[in-house]
């Protein structure tokens, strides 16, 4: 019943999100929040020197 239901459901859930973070290339990401990061950092730099 609605018990299963919720049940199974946490289950599809936890299983889908194990599959993405097993296979997401971590390396990859950390070097695209990197660039992320200097990016705001060169406009942080560009607005203190202009005002």
Avoid: Y
């Amino acid at each position: 019943g609605l018990w299963s239901g919720m049940l199974g459901g946490t289950v599809m859930q936890t299983i889908i999100l194990l599959w993405v973070t097993v296979r997401t290339n971590w390396t990859k990401e950390v070097e695209a929040a990197l660039k992320r990061l200097d990016k705001w950092e060169d406009r942080k730099k560009e607005a203190l020197l202009k005002g």
